[in-house]
Nanobody, 121 residues
Framework: QVQLVESGGGLVQAGGSLRLSCAAS????????MSWYRQAPGKQRELVAS???????NYADSVKGRFTISRDNAKNTVYLQMNSLKPEDTAVYYC???????????????WGQGTQVTVSS
């Protein structure tokens, strides 16, 4: 079993920055992928950014150039640096990871509890 602890959400004015963190703990052999999703009121959960084995990343078009995802493999932690925040970025942000428990390449997915990000205009 894996536990995910998210932090870094809060209230910020438009144009400001926040940094989200998600730390995974448990009997983890390696991380296949680490991602951030978000869900605004009345909307479906959407992928914001992902980082895979190595340094390959992908971003939603709406956040390209403003958000940066990174990871610290030694700490099993993923970060989301969010700059130039807009009111439409307001949502609950969820961490999602796929972990391997051994070298057989099977991976298992887990979700964090979510952290609220509110951007005021």
């Amino acid at each position: 079993q894996v536990q995910l602890v998210e932090s870094g959400g809060g209230l910020v004015q438009a144009g400001g920055s926040l940094r989200l963190s998600c730390a995974a703990s448990g009997s983890i052999f390696s991380m296949k992928s680490m991602s951030w999703y978000r869900q605004a009121p009345g909307k479906q959960r959407e992928l914001v950014a992902s980082i895979f084995d190595g340094t390959r990343t992908n971003y939603a078009d709406s956040v390209k150039g403003r958000f940066t995802i990174s990871r610290d493999n030694a700490k099993n932690t993923v970060y989301l640096q969010m700059n130039s925040l807009k009111p439409e970025d307001t949502a609950v942000y969820y961490c999602n990871v796929y972990v391997r428990y051994s070298d057989d390449l099977r991976a298992y997915g887990y979700w964090g509890q979510g952290t609220q990000v509110t951007v005021s205009s």
